[in-house]
T-cell receptor, first 115, second 111 residues
Framework: QKEVEQDPGPLSVPEGAIVSLNCTYSNSAFQYFMWYRQYSRKGPELLMYTYSSGNKEDGRFTAQVDKSSKYISLFIRDSQPSDSATYLCAMSAGHSGAGSYQLTFGKGTKLSVIP | SQTIHQWPATLVQPVGSPLSLECTVEGTSNPNLYWYRQAAGRGLQLLFYSVGIGQISSEVPQNLSASRPQDRQFILSSKKLLLSDSGFYLC??????????FGPGTRLTVL
């Protein structure tokens, strides 16, 4: 079983739709959760991060973590064509013995928002 | 504010040729630095990370190597490229457990 599973899509939605992106994970030590947005041929940019379980909202974006189910979600409200990108989830157990901070990434979900 | 640079942006190299990709970070001190490779359908693969000058950890055995000659400089090298080395190479930095910041990437094509 892979540590992080993410549906690769592609996911195509009409403009204005609510988008739900999800990841599941198997490592119960993960406690920091992130979502990155990556436009075509660009580096990923950090979109949201949350610690432990709960919700975090930033504008049209809401990140949700359910540690009991080992499931995280990113919701995009009123989706726009500019939201068309690949979304990667990432997670971390925190400080490692080596002193570095390593993330485990999902493979990404490609989202297209159609005008 | 912090910025991260990578160059070149694109590179086409023949099999067997050497490689040198450079990454520099501005606006922060003693960052952790990372090299990733992103291939289609395979996600982000961590290749190397560094917690300080001269300190390199390798995650995947291969014909690539990394060096950190200065605090905010990270170099990815190869003596002889393979076809399988083609991909999108990303440098990233972090100073905490909750975020890594990525550079613009280098797209490498080995022919």
């Amino acid at each position: 079983q892979k540590e992080v599973e993410q549906d690769p899509g592609p996911l195509s939605v009409p403009e204005g739709a609510i988008v739900s992106l999800n990841c599941t994970y198997s490592n119960s030590a993960f406690q920091y959760f992130m979502w990155y947005r990556q436009y075509s041929r660009k580096g990923p940019e950090l979109l949201m991060y949350t610690y432990s379980s709960g919700n975090k909202e930033d504008g049209r974006f809401t990140a949700q973590v359910d540690k009991s189910s080992k499931y995280i979600s990113l919701f995009i409200r009123d989706s726009q064509p500019s939201d068309s990108a690949t979304y990667l989830c990432a997670m971390s157990a925190g400080h490692s013995g080596a002193g570095s901070y390593q993330l485990t990434f999902g493979k990404g979900t490609k989202l297209s928002v159609i005008p | 504010s912090q910025t991260i640079h990578q160059w070149p942006a694109t590179l086409v190299q023949p099999v067997g040729s050497p490689l040198s990709l450079e990454c520099t970070v501005e606006g922060t001190s003693n960052p952790n630095l990372y090299w990733y490779r992103q291939a289609a359908g395979r996600g982000l693969q961590l290749l190397f990370y560094s917690v300080g000058i001269g300190q390199i950890s390798s995650e995947v055995p291969q014909n690539l190597s990394a060096s950190r000659p200065q605090d905010r400089q990270f170099i990815l090298s190869s003596k002889k490229l393979l076809l399988s080395d083609s991909g999108f190479y990303l440098c990233a930095w972090s100073v905490s457990w909750n975020e890594q910041f990525f550079g613009p990437g280098t797209r490498l094509t080995v022919l």
